[in-house]
């Protein structure tokens, strides 16, 4: 126990200590600048904090003088704080429990602990210097700490939202995005579960999300964002959640190396029955996840909740349909697998593609990830346990490239009438390559300084054994 809490300690200090490195630049204006806000003209929406660049109507640039009076409804803090609570419901216990369903009876606790504890953990840090780093406008690639423990932050203080005379809490953004922040780290977990120690979760968690999550969330959705200034659409996070984790994941995959006995002994999933649950409460869940990334309750927020129960039904009905004709069976399994990849590939487009464009991204994602799971998962050759890179990497990628199709008006999509499929599926493959290799880097320094100081994976006595006891003297089942 005394060996953990100095471990934990570490870790709290090593990330406390991160942000320090890089320079303080000046203090960011309270807006992007006209540059930034220009850049994603093309579609009616944005990822969130991107309405603080949306620029005036020609009649307000004509009479400067006037200016737009703010408010702030009742109906939209209401909203939002249900839209916060249900992205935690998603983590826990929806996450929680579908990974936990996923893995062998004996590590079962062992992977409630770790999302548990990681999305804590990472909340932590997202008060302290993540908020500050990720949404204020220092450079391109990163923020300033002008805003590190939430200094300057008040009850008074105010966010914008997509419409120039509405705003909500300053406090109620931060503790949205907190939980985005959470889950992103705690869903890389899956992919080299049973078998890592827990200790190394943790300091890894701590430098990922430093050095990956806080940069990429950044230069999408933040003040004067590198991808941001180039048109980049990601709405509810595409690129930042879900490519950003499933590369880290794959990458995890590869560095902790395979489960002993992986492709000689069963290694099936011991609930399948905890895992439909689990994939049920993320559905729910991802309502606030995208949804909720409109911060107001309008029509917005409507299209975004229709989109994202229509591309969840479709990967569903795309993925079982597919495992009847390639495997002969459809399997419970790969109808929460399903839901999940529907959901994930519609996370970039919800707010700015129509019902049909996310019914033909849902159906393509069910066949598309049920073909990164299987075929593309043995071409790689690495043990990702709990898919972690099948669905949310190659969901992530095809939601946000065909974000770039279906946002058109032509399609159905938000965009302008001078909205270019073409110049728009060019910057999302730039965004989506950008994150792949950012990504990709970040995780490889980060698993390597872990297994350099305290080693990322347990003995095989231990593993034999099972996490839950050799990890936390728990388990979860008692006979």
């Not at 009479?63 to 704080?81: F, Q, S, T, Y």
Request: charged residues 10%; proline residues 4%.
């Amino acid at each position: 126990m005394k060996r953990f809490l100095g471990i934990l300690c570490a870790t709290l200090a090593i990330g406390l200590a991160a942000p320090v490195m890089a320079e303080d630049p000046p203090a960011a204006p309270a807006v992007v600048t006209e540059e930034a806000a220009a850049a994603p003209a093309d579609a009616t929406m944005e990822a969130p904090m991107a309405a603080e660049a949306a620029p005036a109507d020609a009649a307000a640039e004509a009479a400067p003088a006037e200016e737009v009076k703010a408010e702030v409804h009742k109906g939209d803090i209401a909203w939002m704080l249900v839209a916060t609570i249900i992205v935690l419901f998603m983590a826990l216990p929806g996450l929680a429990l579908f990974y936990g369903g996923m893995v062998r009876a004996k590590n079962m606790l062992s992977v409630l602990m770790q999302v548990m504890v990681v999305f804590s953990l990472i909340g932590i840090l997202w008060i302290v210097y993540g908020y500050s780093l990720a949404f204020t406008e220092a450079t391109p690639f990163i923020g300033s700490l002008d805003k590190m423990f939430l200094s300057g932050v008040t009850v008074d203080s105010l966010s914008d939202t997509f419409s120039a005379d509405v705003k909500i809490p300053e406090y109620l953004f931060v503790v949205f995005q907190l939980t985005f922040a959470g889950i992103t780290a705690a869903l890389i977990v899956g992919s080299f579960a049973e078998r890592v120690k827990f200790s190394a979760v943790l300091l890894f968690s701590v430098l990922w999300f430093t050095f990956s999550y806080i940069p990429i969330a950044h230069m999408v959705w933040g003040a004067g964002g590198y991808l941001l200034g180039h048109g980049a659409l990601d709405f509810a996070g595409g690129t930042v959640v879900h490519i950003n984790a499933g590369v880290a994941g794959l990458v995890g995959a590869y560095m902790v190396g395979k489960r002993i006995g992986y492709g000689k002994e069963s290694m099936a999933p011991h609930s399948l029955v905890l895992t439909m649950v689990g994939a049920s409460m993320l559905w729910v869940g991802w309502f606030g996840f995208n949804a909720g990334s409109n911060l107001e309750a309008n029509a917005g927020t409507v299209l975004a909740a229709l989109n994202t129960m229509v591309a969840a039904a479709a990967g569903i009905v795309a993925w079982v349909a597919a495992e009847a004709v390639f495997k002969g069976k459809p399997s419970m399994l790969g109808a929460a697998s399903g839901s999940i990849a529907g959901l994930v590939a519609i996370t970039p487009a919800c707010g700015t593609v129509g019902p049909i464009g996310a019914l033909v991204i849902g159906l393509l994602a069910g066949v598309i990830c049920l073909w990164g799971v299987n075929g593309l998962k043995h071409m790689l050759g690495a043990d990702d346990s709990l898919d972690v890179f099948g669905v949310h990497g190659v969901g992530g990628i095809v939601g946000a490239v065909l974000t770039g199709v279906f946002t058109a008006p032509s399609l159905g999509g938000t965009g302008a009438d001078d909205f270019s499929i073409g110049s728009q599926v060019t910057v999302q493959v730039m965004s989506v390559v950008i994150t792949i290799i950012w990504s990709a880097v970040v995780s490889f320094i980060a698993f390597k300084l872990v297994d350099i100081f305290i080693g990322l994976r347990v003995p095989e006595d231990e593993e034999r054994e099972g996490l839950d006891v050799t990890a936390h003297g728990e388990t979860a089942y008692r006979m």
